[in-house]
């Protein structure tokens, strides 16, 4: 379990990474739907989603995908107010340490706003012809990002 603090109102709030319960799913699904972020096939994975938690609220999330030749990092949002202290950081170790217990190869990621963010965990862009069948296969990756978005992978250790 990974922990951040954000500041809001002078008051230090402690924030926890757990794994997501099915409960959460609403939450998170509107969470995704305020940063424009793409739904398609994340309940599908929602077993492998961690939320961050500030007392009883949700306020950031991740997920991954995880296919044959390797894993989608998908839905990494923080809420507004709880910017710039780390718990999008801490959102994106947790689920890059949840891919390194998965044992895939590699994680691949698709954005339009993120690149510099992602290359502070040794993601690189690749081309699309780069990644594993299994995983252009999925929705998120077919279907709900168009063909111009940057994809990036980071290998696993």
């Not at 924030?15 to 609403?26: F, G, I, N, Q």
């Not at 989603?49 to 949002?77: D, F, K, Q, T």
Request: overall charge neutral; some cysteine.
């Amino acid at each position: 379990m990974l922990h951040a603090a954000f500041t809001q109102a002078r008051a230090v709030t402690p924030v926890t990474l757990v794994p997501a319960r099915w409960s959460d799913y609403e939450v998170v699904a509107a969470l995704l739907e305020r940063e424009h972020l793409p739904l398609d096939g994340l309940r599908q994975h929602f077993e492998n989603a961690i939320v961050a938690r500030a007392g009883n609220r949700i306020v950031g999330c991740s997920a991954l995908e995880v296919y044959e030749g390797g894993a989608l990092l998908r839905s990494v949002a923080v809420d507004a107010e709880c910017r710039g202290a780390g718990v999008g950081s801490d959102l994106t170790r947790a689920a890059i340490q949840l891919a390194t217990r998965r044992m895939v190869p590699a994680m691949y990621l698709l954005t339009t706003t993120a690149e510099q963010f992602f290359r502070k965990f040794n993601f690189e862009i690749v081309d699309r012809a780069d990644v594993p069948p299994s995983v252009t296969a999925s929705e998120e990756f077919a279907h709900a990002c168009p063909s111009t978005v940057i994809v990036m992978r980071r290998y696993i250790s």
